[in-house]
């Protein structure tokens, strides 16, 4: 069962996104879209909820996946630590930081480019 999202209403806070499939439709509904790959348990991804909360209060559209759920997607987007961050743009990854805890206003530039 797959989520339907609106490209005429962004949400304005980070998606969970169940798996793969989730994860391309909701990339492939908005143009430029933040993706976190995180894990549970992973203490720096927790810190990172709220500053990916307000980079979508700002208008960025964010995702949020646990690749573990999906393990094709470590290999498919090369997820070797976690959080990863990856922007994809008109449905394809564009750039990508993983480099752990990231700054909202590092976070927000990276977001649009």
């Given at each position: 069962?797959?989520?339907t ?37 992973c ?47 008109d ?18 530039a990276?977001a649009?480019?």
């Open positions: 069962m797959s989520a999202f609106d490209p005429e209403q962004p949400p304005g806070r980070p998606v969970n996104l169940a798996d793969g499939e989730e994860l391309a439709a909701f990339v492939d509904t908005y143009e430029d879209v933040l993706v976190e790959f995180y894990t549970d348990g203490g720096i991804c927790a810190s990172m909820e709220p500053v990916l909360g307000g980079v979508a209060r700002e208008g960025v559209v964010v995702g949020m996946i646990n690749p573990r759920n999906d393990p094709p997607l470590i290999d498919e987007y090369e997820i070797a630590s976690v959080p990863t961050f990856v922007r994809f743009q449905g394809e990854p564009a750039d990508r930081i993983a480099e752990g805890f990231v700054p909202g206003e590092q976070l927000q990276f649009q480019g």
